[in-house]
């Protein structure tokens, strides 16, 4: 379920992953630079290298995705996180069938306000 008005967006992750599973990923949250995707993947699913030149947070929704981030393999699972500052590499590997979130949020300016 997604809920959403111009003030919030509300998701049960785990739910719309799994009603949703036969799309490789969507977007749930696309706001003033921040993008919060849902990555549903299937058993041995390689993602990467890949470089997001904001922070990114990886959130565990089901199953397992390996991670591999900073000369370092990180094991994500429901309700853990990772979370990378802008620039760094990483892959995605699914053990089995799994989903994940990638959230990226921007750097702010000085003044707190997202670049354009």
């Not at 993008?35 to 549903?40: K, M």
């Not at 890949?50 to 370092?72: H, K, N, Q, W």
């Not at 996180?81 to 089995?96: D, K, Y």
Request: aromatic content about 6%; overall charge negative.
């Amino acid at each position: 379920m997604i809920e959403s008005t111009e003030k919030y967006t509300f998701v049960e992750l785990a739910d719309e992953s799994a009603r949703r599973y036969e799309q490789p990923s969507f977007h749930i949250l696309s706001e003033d630079g921040v993008r919060g995707q849902i990555l549903n993947l299937r058993a041995g699913r390689k993602l990467g290298p890949a470089v997001v030149p904001s922070m990114t947070v990886l959130i565990g929704i089901s199953g397992e995705v390996r991670i591999v981030a900073c000369d370092r393999e990180f094991m994500l699972r429901s309700l853990s996180q990772l979370t990378l500052l802008p620039n760094v590499s990483f892959t995605l590997q699914a053990s089995g069938d799994a989903a994940c979130e990638l959230l990226t949020i921007p750097q702010l300016e000085s003044d707190g306000v997202a670049p354009k």
